[in-house]
């Protein structure tokens, strides 16, 4: 289940590049993951730049993994802890 977490204001920009690279770590990272993203979440359209957040939970980052299903939001993974949550 998503929450909301830290702030919702971005943080900075990040590369389709860096931006698929964290995810991937996050997942690899945290056994599960890719689970909860498939099933909460649909794949981006293509983008060349996207923003990050600052997670104040962990001091990690907030990746953009996809679109939330039943919001109107982007969904965003932790690189640090793997929480996800919408922003």
């Known amino acids: 289940m998503t929450s909301n977490i830290s702030q919702s204001y971005p943080y900075s920009r990040e ?5 698929a690279a964290a995810v ?8 599960g993951l ?8 649909v794949p981006l ?4 730049a996207w923003w990050t957040y600052h997670h104040g939970g962990c001091g990690g980052t907030l990746h953009v ?3 939330a299903l039943d919001r109107h939001a982007v969904y965003v993974v932790c690189d640090r802890c793997g929480k996800t949550a919408l922003r």
């Open 24 to 31: 991937a770590a996050a997942i690899a990272a945290n056994a």
């Open 45 to 48: 359209d293509a983008g060349d």
């Open 15 to 19: 590369s389709e590049t860096e931006r």
């Open 34 to 41: 890719e689970a909860t993203i498939a099933s909460e979440a």
């Open 65 to 67: 993994a996809g679109y």
